[in-house]
């Protein structure tokens, strides 16, 4: 599984519609408002990495408009208490 931590700025005004379009896409699994440098945080579990491209350079950035600036982080490992395979692949 890849797990993919990507970090968003947001028009303002667009928040709640962009909040929305994020929770609609398969393999976004959470996402959270956080203050500070950026808007929100979305967390992606996907299969490989091709899904994770596919997620972020098209299904997010083109067609979810008021996203202004995104960062993207790939995990190399997780740590968890819980099998993360499990939960999120099934």
């Given at each position: 599984?890849?797990?993919g931590i990507v970090l968003i700025n947001v028009?303002?005004?667009?928040?709640?519609?962009?909040?929305?379009?994020?929770?609609?896409?398969?393999g976004v699994s959470e996402?959270?408002?956080?203050?500070?440098e950026y808007d929100l945080?979305?967390?992606?579990?996907?299969?490989?990495?091709?899904e994770l491209a596919d997620i972020i350079a098209t299904k997010m950035t083109r067609d979810l408009d008021g996203i202004i600036?995104?960062?993207?982080?790939?995990?190399?490992?997780?740590y968890s208490k819980i099998d993360l395979e499990k939960v999120f692949l099934g």
């Open positions: 599984m890849i797990t028009e303002r005004a667009m928040i709640g519609d962009v909040i929305a379009g994020l929770r609609k896409i398969d996402v959270y408002s956080v203050a500070g945080v979305a967390i992606i579990r996907v299969k490989d990495n091709a600036h995104t960062k993207t982080l790939v995990t190399l490992t997780a």
